[in-house]
């Protein structure tokens, strides 16, 4: 668990209310992702950095999300306005590239939009 | 780029029989093939993986098989029990091209173990 931090666990929201998600991965990997998890969807990958570099973020929906990454330690994602249909889990998770190694996950944040 | 496609998407077996997913996959070029079980309100995590210079890799009652010719690979639990009920994921890993080190996950199979 101690591998990737995702803050807050369980986050409800009003509509139109902006919301911004957190991640600490430990140090040792170069790349992180973000997913997004629904019933409907599956796990959808919204964006994901190479050395804090964003290398594709062809699966945000749409401009109303964001995501940085200012340094190794520390990434956020932000819905700003969030709607209903944005409610779901979202997935933090990390790797090591140029190695054909596992991702870790964090325990994830659920984000209720009403 | 790469896509994944998994069956079946929900699976009911009795305990002690043997489940079977299967996925398949579009870049050939992809090496790396992970399967992740997800229990209900957690993460996924890592179950077993394979490379895409074997064939086959076991793990106690799970095993993953690999046919690179054919573009797919396939989860085997025998002796299935009640605390296999999860979905589970696989997922491939493109070595080129701007998804270059990302993994691609299918949609998920719901695996439900009856006592």
């Known amino acids: 668990d101690a591998g990737v931090i995702q803050s807050p666990r369980h986050e409800v929201t009003e509509m139109g209310q902006e919301v911004t998600l957190r991640c600490k991965p430990i140090?040792?990997?170069?790349?992180l992702f973000w997913y997004r998890q629904t019933m409907m969807r599956g796990l959808e990958l919204l964006i994901y950095?190479?050395?804090?570099?964003?290398?594709?973020d062809s699966g945000m929906p749409e401009d109303r999300f964001s995501a940085k990454m200012p340094n190794a330690s520390f990434s956020t994602l932000k819905i700003q306005p969030s709607e209903p249909r944005d409610s779901a889990v979202y997935f933090c998770?990390?790797?090591?590239?140029?190695?054909?190694?596992?991702?870790?996950f964090g325990q994830g944040t659920r984000l209720t939009v009403v | 780029g790469e896509n994944v496609e998994q069956h079946p998407s929900t699976l009911s077996v009795q305990e002690g029989d043997s489940a079977v997913i299967k996925c398949t996959y579009s870049?050939?070029?992809?090496?790396?093939f992970p399967w992740y079980k997800q229990e209900l309100g957690k993460r996924p995590q890592l179950i077993i993986d394979?490379?895409?210079?074997?064939g086959e890799k076991k793990d106690q009652r799970i095993a993953v098989t690999l046919n690179k010719t054919a573009k797919h690979f396939s989860l085997h639990i025998t002796e299935t029990q009640p605390e296999d009920s999860a979905v589970y994921f696989c997922?491939?890993?493109?070595?080129?091209?701007?998804?270059?080190?990302?993994?691609?996950f299918g949609k998920g199979t719901k695996l439900s173990v009856k006592p």
């Open positions: 140090s040792g990997h170069n790349s």
């Open positions: 997922a491939a890993t493109p070595t080129h091209g701007g998804s270059q080190g990302n993994l691609i």
């Open positions: 950095f190479n050395n804090n570099v964003p290398i594709d």
């Open positions: 394979i490379r895409s210079n074997v």
């Open positions: 870049d050939s070029a992809s090496n790396y």
């Open positions: 998770a990390i790797r090591r590239v140029g190695m054909n190694t596992e991702a870790f």
